[in-house]
């Protein structure tokens, strides 16, 4: 069972193998229908499409953050028309470094499906290495999953602000610095960060060519976290690239902590709630 990180060498052997379920988790925030487009065009063999907005979140309202939890009845549904099993292995990849497709990782360990795991390198590095890409749609699927929310994995927007308020919880976020610190928000309408939250950006878990560092690495970058003993908690935007740092913490051999779904996008849905700017 693969359930952190999976090669694109391993996974080149095992296409076409019983149990196997290869998703394209592509997409563009600010083009929502790119990924899927470029996934029509060109993917994994085998590999079907799973969407950011429409099959990793629920729509947003007015007091959640822009990617809420899917509903656990519809993910289940969901999964099955993927043709994921209760004993299908599931490789996700996207192109940017697992910044999407950490999501989909998560939420299958969210659905009680530990057997995930995330393509190092993803698609650019199976592109580089010239291996097979297909433009098929893969038939349908009417396979049946049941589905067990482990809601122990991830805290609620009052469970954070009761955390943070005893000093209870790390809470890292995932966002690139300019962000945190309020310089610059392309995407919500208030910059800055959520007082008392670490700035670890997802991006540093990866080297130049765009795959995960060694657990070596990794367990020196997290190292402060694991030495202390408050449990830890990872934000970002809307609670996706978030999935990144808990991926890596689990790939180091860490325990992986926490996700705050709501993220940014919802902390700032209520203007009471305090807001930090600047790198601390």
């Excluded at 993927?82 to 292995?89: R, T």
């Excluded at 919500?188 to 950006?201: E, F, K, L, R, T």
């Excluded at 902590?257 to 930090?276: C, H, N, Q």
Aim: aromatic content about 8%; hydrophobic content about 40%.
């Amino acid at each position: 069972m693969y359930s952190t990180l999976i090669e694109t060498e391993r996974l080149a052997e095992l296409l076409g193998t019983p149990g196997l379920v290869v998703l394209d988790c592509r997409f563009n925030l600010k083009h929502p229908e790119a990924g899927q487009e470029a996934w029509q065009e060109s993917h994994i063999p085998g590999a079907r499409y799973a969407h950011l907005d429409d099959d990793m979140a629920s729509p947003p309202d007015e007091n959640s953050g822009r990617h809420p939890l899917p509903a656990i009845e519809a993910f289940a549904a969901r999964l099955g028309a993927l043709g994921i099993q209760a004993d299908s292995q599931v490789v996700v990849y996207d192109d940017a470094g697992g910044a999407i497709a950490g999501r989909m990782w998560w939420l299958l360990r969210w659905a009680g499906h530990p057997a995930a795991a995330l393509l190092n390198g993803g698609w650019p590095k199976w592109m580089r290495e010239g291996r097979p890409v297909s433009g098929d749609t893969p038939p349908a699927s009417e396979a049946r999953y049941a589905a067990s929310a482990q809601d122990d994995l991830w805290l609620t927007t009052e469970a954070v602000v009761e955390a943070l308020s005893q000093a209870q919880v790390q809470l890292i976020d995932a966002r690139a610095p300019e962000r945190f610190s309020g310089q610059q928000e392309p995407l919500d309408a208030v910059g800055g960060h959520i007082p008392g939250s670490q700035n670890m950006p997802f991006q540093e878990n990866l080297d130049e060519n765009g795959c995960f560092k060694s657990p070596e690495t990794l367990r020196q970058r997290f190292a402060a976290l694991a030495g202390d003993a408050r449990p830890v908690c990872h934000s970002c935007g809307s609670g996706v690239t978030a999935c990144h740092n808990l991926l890596a913490m689990a790939y180091a051999g860490l325990e992986p902590g926490r996700l705050y779904v709501g993220s940014w996008s919802e902390w700032i849905r209520d203007p009471e709630r305090p807001i930090a700017t600047g790198n601390t």
